[in-house]
């Protein structure tokens, strides 16, 4: 009870200080009145894309010229005879945010976003969608430009090519799909990650040298899903019904991909690649090709899965090793020519093995040798 008394005596004092501390100061200090909130500029530490703050010019619907973190505020219309945005500085940073860079009505040749200015570096674009432009959806390989990030952008229905970027830059969750011309290219030492280029009019994914494209699909492109250059990896990819090559490379590591359906050929190598652990179903398809083809030399063919292609595996050069592989089911399972070292391929499709229920079972591989390649 003594508890209960002194709370209630104390609520009229606590509603009486909450009035005083509501009200505020009632004599605050001689002089003028300052303000006490944050600028805009503190709130949103960007600047909008807009025609104050990033006007265009003879060709260029905006241009952006000096260094920030810019974002639009809506959706971007084309402009005859006009890029979209231009870029002519470095350490740029373009937050799309889920609007669109739109090119219906644009001129032939010119670009959704593009650089403008050379020895450009540290550009970043993100989150949003450039379409329909008379030229490519994104040019950052117009000039000198290197180094920067594409993340979360869809490129579609570009008259040339849906992406373009120069050296050393990263493009990650994009998604660029019935362009006129390649679907993303990229110059020397870029990563491509986690992306999709679908029904594009030549190439899916163009990479420079030493680059590096993982976790990746090319569905139904009009030449080579994924073309790799000089001292490049694919990992972890997908090439499905492409017109030419799912995967065609030179001096390329292809670790764990699968090429399926492509009118020529899976995998293509040329000459010091190592091509492992890949899955390689129905190549040929409406043409004439292997599940690995291999036209030169110094390759290194291991732990690879060939099935329903006109050919299996084609070593076309010497010079090859060929080794723990497997092939069912191709019209021709194996293709090599003289020269070429490979383990002892085995034939396990007559007799064929037991069943199995339980436990155990006898070796039913046909050989002990650890390199051996089996028909099955």
């Known amino acids: 009870m003594p508890n209960q008394r002194l709370l209630v005596a104390t609520l009229p004092f606590l509603a009486a200080s909450a009035a005083v501390l509501a009200v505020g100061d009632l004599n605050p200090p001689a002089g003028t009145v300052a303000a006490t909130g944050k600028r805009l500029t503190e709130i949103e530490p960007r600047i909008p894309i807009s025609a104050t703050t990033t006007p265009g010019d003879l060709d260029s619907v905006f241009r952006i010229i000096t260094p920030g973190s810019y974002y639009l505020t809506g959706n971007v219309a084309a402009a005859v005879g006009k890029h979209g945005i231009e870029i002519g500085t470095s350490d740029v940073s373009i937050d799309l945010r889920g609007f669109v860079v739109s090119g219906v009505g ?4 010119f670009d959704g976003i593009r650089s403008s ?9 993100r989150n949003g969608s450039v379409s329909e432009w008379g030229g490519d959806g994104i040019n950052l390989a117009t000039l000198s430009v290197s180094g920067g990030l594409i993340d979360g952008v869809t490129l579609h229905s570009n008259l040339e090519n849906g992406l373009l970027v120069g050296d050393t830059f990263s493009v990650r969750n994009c998604t660029s799909r019935g362009n006129g011309l390649a679907g993303i290219g990229t110059a020397l030492g870029c990563t491509v990650s986690e992306c999709a280029a679908n029904f594009n ?3 899916g994914f163009q990479l420079g040298s030493q680059g590096l494209v993982n976790s990746s699909s090319a569905t139904n492109n009009g030449t080579v899903g994924i073309a790799l250059g000089f001292d490049c990896n694919a990992q972890d990819c997908t090439a499905i019904d492409n017109e030419g090559d799912g995967i065609s490379g030179t001096f390329s590591v292809i670790i764990g991909c699968t090429a399926n359906i ?3 050929n899976g995998i293509r190598v040329a000459a010091s690649s190592r091509v ?8 040929g398809f409406g043409g004439d090709g292997a599940g690995i083809r291999v036209v030169g030399a110094d390759n290194r063919i291991e732990s690879n899965d060939c099935t329903s292609n006109d050919r299996g595996i084609d070593i076309d050069n010497a010079g090859n090793v060929i080794l723990r592989n497997t092939c069912s089911g191709n019209i021709t399972n194996w293709d090599i020519v003289a020269n070429n070292v490979f383990g002892p391929i085995i034939d396990r499709r007559a007799p064929a093995s037991a069943a199995v229920l339980g436990n155990s079972a006898p070796d039913a591989s046909g050989s002990t040798h650890p390199n051996a390649n089996f028909t099955y």
Do not use: H
């Not at 200015?117 to 674009?125: L, V, Y």
């Not at 492992?276 to 129905?282: E, H, K, L, T």
């Open 106 to 109: 644009s001129s032939i040749g």
């Open 117 to 125: 200015a050379g020895s450009q570096r540290n550009i970043t674009i």
């Open 201 to 203: 009019g030549t190439v």
């Open 262 to 264: 492509n009118t020529a």
């Open 276 to 283: 492992i652990g890949n899955n390689c179903s129905d190549n």
